[in-house]
Structures are given as structure tokens and as C-alpha cells.
């Protein structure tokens, strides 16, 4: 199911997602890469990248009613060794070389 749920996903992105995956894809952020609608456990990411164990997730406004879900949607994450960086739609579509700054921090993060 997660996995059916993943690929409709894939194919009716947000405009955020849109616009970010198009800096990810293909090893456009320093060479690393992401994948997309990753099912992981219970949960469907929206880009991950494995190598570096980063979680990026993009936030619509629903998610403001949903803090006690995405909390423990992080923790469980966290358990499996991954970081989150949370980014909200009108971020990524207002300020996208920030947030890809971040990002960029955030895989180098802990690295010799």
C-alpha cells in the first residue's frame, strides 16, 4: 500500500515539491542523490538522501494541525539514524537559495 501511495505521490507534486525536486534530481546539489516519495516504514518521505541519512520534508499548511504527527513521524526517523530538515511550502517557492543552502549545510553536517 505505502508503496502504491508513494508512486501517486510522485505524480502530483506539490508546486514546493516540484520546484525543489528539480534541484535535487540527478545529482544537481553537490553530486548526492536524492530520491523522492521514498516509503520508509509506515511513513512516505518526500526526498531522502541514503549516503548522508537526510530527510527533507516539505510542509503544506495542513501540517500546522499536525505537530503531534510529525513529531513522531521525526522521532521514529531519527530512531532509523536519519536527520529531518522541515521546510515549509511558501519557504521553498519564496526563499528556494536559502532553503538549498540548508540543505547543503545539512549534508556536509558531521562529515570529515
Known amino acids: 500500500m ?3 501511495y ?3 505521490m510522485r505524480s502530483a507534486p506539490t508546486d514546493a515539491e516540484r520546484r525543489l525536486w528539480h534541484h535535487l534530481r540527478a545529482r544537481r546539489l553537490c553530486g548526492f542523490k536524492f530520491k523522492r ?3 520508509m516504514g509506515a511513513y512516505i518521505v518526500d526526498f531522502i538522501c541514503f549516503d548522508r541519512q537526510l530527510v ?6 495542513q501540517h ?3 505537530q503531534a504527527e510529525d513529531a513522531t ?3 521514529w526517523l531519527q530512531a532509523q539514524g536519519f536527520r529531518v530538515r522541515r521546510f515549509w511550502n511558501d519557504e521553498v517557492l519564496r ?5 538549498l543552502d540548508t540543505i547543503r549545510s545539512s ?3 558531521g562529515q570529515p
Open 2 to 4: 505505502p508503496l502504491r
Open 6 to 8: 508513494a508512486k501517486a
Open 37 to 39: 516519495q521514498q516509503p
Open 56 to 61: 527533507i520534508e516539505v510542509d503544506g499548511r
Open 64 to 66: 500546522a494541525q499536525r
Open 73 to 75: 513521524r521525526t522521532a
Open 95 to 99: 526563499d528556494l537559495p536559502a532553503v
Open 107 to 109: 549534508l556536509y553536517a
